[in-house]
């Protein structure tokens, strides 16, 4: 039997020492498009954490609705924040005024990271489903 080999030969690409690697000024220009690419997409993204929260309250305030008209069934007037199981929220403290026989509002109030959404930092919802502000419920 005969022992072949076979045996592979690389030729350089370079005529002489090939430096492979970037430059100080290639990566301060990487660095840059990352930092205007991160300014860009930082603010949407925290823009849309603060709708994702929003809704969650809104969720809330409705469940809450919820609720109030089911404790109407069953009692001449609508019940006040103690007689109501309130929502555990981190973002949000829930609270109900003007319960009468006929009407009630419940109020979402944004607490924490939450207060950096100003335009819907209150919410609230009354027995006749008026919304305020009504851009906070779209």
């Not at 997409?41 to 929003?54: E, G, K, M």
């Not at 969720?59 to 069953?74: D, G, M, P, V």
């Amino acid at each position: 039997m005969h022992n072949k080999s076979i045996v592979f030969y690389t030729q350089k690409s370079c005529s002489t020492l090939c430096i492979i690697g970037m430059s100080l000024i290639e990566l301060l220009i990487v660095i840059a498009i990352l930092g205007i690419l991160a300014a860009i997409v930082v603010p949407s993204f925290q823009n849309q954490i603060l709708q994702a929260r929003r809704g969650d309250g809104i969720s809330n305030l409705l469940q809450l609705k919820i609720q109030q008209e089911a404790y109407r069934t069953e009692n001449i007037s609508y019940a006040s924040t103690l007689k109501l199981i309130m929502p555990n929220s981190d973002y949000f403290v829930f609270s109900v005024s003007n319960e009468t026989a006929t009407s009630y509002t419940i109020t979402a109030s944004a607490v924490g990271s939450q207060m950096s959404d100003t335009n819907c930092a209150t919410m609230s919802i009354d027995q006749s489903m008026h919304k305020n502000p009504q851009q906070c419920f779209r």
